[in-house]
């Protein structure tokens, strides 16, 4: 079992940044591939940023260019770095962890942190 805890949500204003850090515990070694996903109100769950174990990156579209995902495998520790936010990000952020590559869904979820951007 893995444990995933977020934090560094919050409110800023737009044009702002956020860094959002996912702290992973127990088997961490299974862990194949870390993913950000958020939710707004009244909307899907939607992938944002996955990085792989072999170094590959994919964003989704509405992220691309102004989020990064990184990862800290001594910390064991996954960063998303959030810039030119806009109140079209407000949402509640998802750490994931998969076993298998991120390709059949998530293994493990952590219970989210909220981001609150103003214009």
């Known amino acids: 079992q893995v444990q995933l805890v977020e934090s560094g949500g919050g409110s800023v204003q737009a044009g702002g940044s956020l860094r959002l850090s996912c702290a992973a515990s127990g088997s961490t070694s299974s862990i194949s591939c870390m993913g950000w996903f958020r939710q707004a109100p009244g909307k899907r769950r939607e992938g944002i940023a996955f990085l792989r174990n072999d170094g590959q990156l994919t964003y989704g579209d509405s992220v691309k260019g102004r989020f990064t995902i990184s990862r800290d495998n001594v910390k064991n520790t996954a960063y998303l770095q959030m810039n030119s936010l806009t109140p079209e990000d407000t949402a509640t952020y998802y750490c994931?962890?998969?076993?298998?590559?991120?390709?059949?869904?998530?293994?493990?979820w952590g219970k989210g942190t909220l981001v609150t951007i103003s214009s």
């Open positions: 994931a962890a998969d076993r298998y590559g991120c390709y059949y869904g998530m293994d493990y």
